[in-house]
């Protein structure tokens, strides 16, 4: 047994004041560290300092590892001339995003509080180091492929790299499905794979740019000369009210969303599927600001992720939030503060139906602690003060083990 005693505490949900945990693998009880040292007298005993902080490991849902040697070879500012030059530099990019290169990936998270990760994945060549990675992680097996002639070759490779992650299973890692985007996965396959894989946790891109959706709504735009070009497509093949009635029964989360409308938002929040959001991503490719207050006036659960370094700098959460925090700056500063907070731990944990994500009795002791410059002096700015300063953390625990 362990007890960590602390200052400040941010719970999952709220800040807590002069408060400790007891934990071995899961988290046993929370209270004050008087109770908790009588209670467990023969606990490792750990009392932080008035700078620090004690809260849940953080949880990423949406990360692409696969093209993780980028640095400057993709081209921003609009999403179709990013995805021309990511088709341009696909081949080199996996190609020189080895072992190494995913394991440097998975450090970064670690060393910046990410216990928990969901690693979308095209072709299953990070499926060796995500095993082997000290996180929990939910493996994203990608579906991709527009063609109807194809369908049936793209389900078969779809389910022969579902079947090699599922001999993996465990607690610690967890194989699930990802359909790329509505313009991109026939209905057919889609229908295919859901069919068989009912109980996996789902992930798909959704309404990520404009280029999507004057495509997918109206059948025109850069879009269609995408398709022409590459595809021989001159249709689009699924309305986005089309795509979502095809996940019907299936809590989904639905990776941007950015231009969703009060439909689509309307039959999000109906269906209770999840939004990621990943701001910086949207903002380098020119996707624009996903509506916060409209998703939080639905009640709609939101999530943020870092998605991967093919359209980020970074696979820090402490990075989306800083970003996302100044993006929204309608929001009142300590309160979304709080709220992203959320975001990376209790919510995402719920979206993903784990027990994590809060320092509660009965849920696994994932926990971090992150030392601040100073001492607050009320619990009102500590979230403010996190987001704003927090940069690597201090100390990480998984099921109750140290990792650093």
């Known amino acids: 047994m362990k007890i960590i005693a602390a200052k400040w505490l941010f719970d999952g949900e709220n800040i807590q004041r002069d408060t400790a945990v007891a934990f071995d693998e899961k988290i046993a ?7 908790l040292e009588t209670r467990y007298p023969d606990a490792e005993i750990l009392r932080l300092d008035d700078k620090s902080v004690l809260l849940p490991g953080l949880i990423n849902p949406h990360v692409h590892l ?19 030059s990511v088709i341009a530099h696909r081949d080199e990019l996996i190609d020189a995003c080895h072992a190494a290169c995913y394991r440097r990936q998975i450090q970064e998270m670690l060393e910046t509080g990410t216990t928990t990760f969901g690693a979308v994945s095209s072709y299953g060549k990070e499926l060796t180091a995500c095993r082997a990675a000290p996180q929990r992680v939910i493996f994203f097996n990608e579906a991709i492929g527009s063609q109807p002639a194809a369908v049936d070759a793209l ?40 069919h068989e894989t009912p109980q996996k946790p789902l992930s798909a891109h959704f309404l990520e740019s404009p280029a999507e959706k004057e495509w997918l709504q109206e059948g025109r735009g850069p879009f269609k000369y995408f398709f022409e070009s590459y595809l021989g497509q001159s249709t689009p093949l699924c309305h986005p009210e089309a795509f979502l009635n095809l996940l019907e029964g299936r809590k989904t989360l639905l990776t941007h969303a950015v231009q969703a409308g009060e439909r689509e938002f309307d039959l999000i929040a109906s269906a209770g599927h999840a939004i990621t959001h990943c701001p910086r991503s949207n903002r380098l490719l020119g996707c624009g600001r996903l509506p916060i207050e409209g998703v939080k006036k639905r009640k709609i659960l939101w999530l943020l992720g870092t998605d991967g ?8 959460l402490w990075d989306e ?25 209790s919510r995402a944990a719920d979206a993903l139906d784990l027990p994590v994500g809060r320092l509660k009795p009965g849920c696994f002791a994932d926990l971090v602690t992150v030392s601040l410059p100073d001492a607050p002096d009320n619990e009102k700015s500590v979230a403010t003060q996190l987001v704003l300063h927090t940069e690597k953390i201090d100390r990480l625990y998984i099921q109750g083990t140290q990792h650093v």
């Open 29 to 35: 009880e929370i209270g004050t560290f008087e109770i």
């Open 66 to 84: 696969e093209f993780g040697a980028n640095t400057t070879h993709l081209k921003y500012g609009d999403f179709m001339t990013w995805l021309q």
């Open 155 to 194: 389900y078969s490779d779809f389910m022969q790299r579902l079947e090699e992650s599922e001999k993996a299973a465990s607690d610690r890692f967890i194989p699930a499905v990802a359909l790329h985007a509505p313009y991109s996965v026939h209905p057919v396959l889609i229908k295919k794979i859901l």
């Open 309 to 316: 370094l093919s359209s980020n700098r970074s696979l820090s």
């Open 321 to 345: 939030m800083r970003a996302a925090l100044m993006l929204h700056h309608q929001a009142p500063l300590n309160l979304f503060a709080a709220d992203l907070l959320r975001a990376v731990t």
